[in-house]
């Protein structure tokens, strides 16, 4: 079977949707790649135009993206291109999703610490479905719609003991790996 394969790097637009079948966990999620290039007359680095990509990731990676990304966050995406055209109210429209097989932190704009999930990790907690209107075929009772826990700020969660910011900012709790070292604006060694 051919398959496009495409990377991309870009941010992350909304945040991560997570729903639960029979057959395993779904998570989704909107996806922006804004293309840059040098500008020789201004000197400088410019925007180009920005797409859009809908990121679709099944099972344990599906549950990890819930527990693990916030909006805004820089991502490295490698997966399977599929291209939808659907035709609704009378308009026909294309839509790019990307079927995830790795997803990680964008490195080169950031840190960030890994955690190795042990069986029935993360615990995910319920929310509302999704009023974006957007239709798929998990869009259903079947599924229920779950969602990653976060910080009380409302940040991305962080390791225990430790707040949303000092995780989002890439430091370890207090007296943890990285907490001095980021302080002191040095890289932190981590065993």
């Not at 790097?9 to 922006?32: D, I, K, P, Q």
């Not at 209107?133 to 826990?149: C, H």
């Not at 009380?152 to 709790?173: E, K």
């Amino acid at each position: 079977m051919n398959e496009t394969m495409v990377t991309l790097v870009g941010n992350v637009a909304t945040a991560v949707e997570y729903r639960e079948s029979a057959t395993g966990g779904w998570a989704r999620f909107r996806f922006a790649v804004t293309a840059r290039h040098w500008d020789r007359q201004r000197e400088l680095w410019a925007d180009g135009p920005t797409s859009f990509y809908t990121v679709w990731a099944r099972r344990t990676l599906g549950v990890n993206l819930a527990a693990s990304v916030a909006v805004g966050e820089p991502l490295v995406v490698h997966g399977r291109l599929k291209v939808r055209e659907e035709e609704k109210e009378g308009q026909r429209r294309t839509s790019v999703d990307v079927d995830a097989v790795a997803v990680g932190h964008d490195m080169t704009r950031g840190t960030s610490a890994f955690r190795r999930t042990m069986k029935g990790e993360p615990h995910l907690t319920g929310r509302p479905a999704d009023p974006s209107g957007f239709a798929s075929p998990f869009d259903s009772p079947e599924f229920p719609v779950r969602t990653g826990p976060s910080s009380p700020d409302g940040g991305p969660p962080g390791p225990p003991g430790s707040n949303g910011q000092d995780h989002a900012a890439g430091r370890g709790p207090a007296g943890g790996p990285g907490a001095v070292a980021a302080e002191a604006g040095t890289p932190a060694a981590v065993p």
